[in-house]
């Protein structure tokens, strides 16, 4: 799944993105679905990574989102 996204407004999250770093990648997601929550939680803190948020719906079990500054400025 690939989705390539664009601005309407430039003063929006990724027209901002866009302004300080330019074209490049904004977010990668990768899809750990046999892994326990409690592994990836455990593997980020090893790693350093910070965690801004984290969701869970019915559909998820876990989505992580990691500080930009812990990767580069990517999501």
């Known amino acids: 799944f690939l989705e390539l996204i664009e601005p309407y407004d430039q003063d929006s999250a990724a027209g901002r993105l866009l302004e300080r770093f330019g074209e490049g990648f904004h ?33 998820i079990r876990g989505a992580w989102h990691i500080h930009p500054k812990d990767t580069l400025g990517v999501l």
């Open 27 to 59: 977010m990668v997601a990768i899809d750990l679905e046999n892994e326990e929550p409690k592994t990836i939680d455990s593997a980020l803190e090893a790693a350093g990574f910070r965690v801004v948020r984290r969701n869970r719906t019915p559909a």
